[in-house]
């Protein structure tokens, strides 16, 4: 069993849990995932990893409860446990294996959006043990939205809060920043990273294209299986079919068909969605056959 060592709440239903899991916590490196379980008849979820901690053998995850799956998962208290914790699964961030004396040249801009924030927060923090500052924006529709604000800003070399009724710093989309930050601010950038949304990293990858600058996104969120097996997880890039949670879950942003992709991910929100209801009637004595 892995034990929850710690919970936070970070914003309306988004949850930090930090699991006791050492060998996951020693292999873990930037952009992979983890599938966890509870109950010996719960549902396998894949969860993108938000940090892991070597001196206390923990894994850091963030989740945002929007099924029944993830509820059950949130409603663990410290001291509970996951019944099962498997990984890290997925391929790592392709800057893993890059040269460093290459990567310090490079001017690296990373756009988080929502919960992708969590995510983004490894490989930033990675690149800055390595002497590497990337910029970050962290984006949200509101403040009280925002999370890993205080984290990001102590390994990143510049963090720009953009919300989109202007609470918090910029006020407009992750989008018009990136605008903001090239045409207005002088920053040129060599590689923008982009997890969020799948709505959101359509536009930063349409925005970045008319700069001509490389652009990165994680489609971690299309993940159901998390093997491969399951086929569910499909994405075109450019000519070819491939599986996010095998092959991924980076791919080259602007070869992303993410029209496909929403369609997919909808088709997931739905159901779980369905789930989550039908599991509060019946809680209440009614079960509604409707829609099922």
Not at 55 to 78: A, F, H, M, P, R
């Amino acid at each position: 069993m892995f034990e929850i060592k710690r919970k936070v709440k970070l914003a309306e239903n988004i949850y930090q849990l930090d699991i006791y899991a050492p060998r996951v916590a020693k292999s873990s490196k930037p952009g992979q995932f983890v599938i966890v379980r509870v109950g010996d008849d719960g549902e396998r979820i894949p969860l993108t990893i938000s940090d892991y901690d070597l001196e206390n053998d923990t894994v850091t995850l963030v989740i945002q409860i929007v099924g029944y799956s993830s509820q059950k998962i949130c409603e663990l208290n410290e001291g509970e446990s996951l019944t099962d914790f498997v990984g890290p699964l997925g391929n790592p961030s392709e800057f893993v294996y890059e040269n460093i004396d290459e990567l310090k040249n490079k001017k690296i801009l990373f756009v988080a959006g929502g919960l992708g924030t969590a995510p983004v927060y490894p490989q930033v923090k990675w690149l800055h043990e390595r002497g590497i500052e990337a910029d970050v924006i962290i984006g949200a529709k509101t403040q009280n939205m925002l999370i890993y604000t205080d984290e990001m800003s102590k390994v990143a070399g510049n963090v720009y809060i953009a919300t989109d009724d202007g609470s918090c710093g910029f006020k407009g989309l992750v989008t018009q920043q990136i605008e903001d930050l090239i045409d207005n601010h002088g920053k040129q950038y060599d590689v923008v990273v982009a997890i969020g949304p799948m709505i959101m990293m359509k536009f930063v990858a349409e925005t970045t294209l008319k700069y001509g600058i490389k652009t990165i996104v994680s489609l971690n969120m299309l993940m159901v299986d998390g093997t491969g097996m399951c086929g569910a997880c499909r994405v075109t890039v450019g000519d070819k079919v491939y599986f996010t949670c095998v092959d991924g879950p980076e791919f080259d942003g602007h070869q992303v068909d993410y029209d496909e992709a929403i369609r997919r991910q909808s088709m997931y929100k739905t159901l779980e969605s369905r789930k989550l209801k039908q599991e509060k009637e019946r809680a209440e004595g009614h079960i509604c056959r409707i829609g099922f």
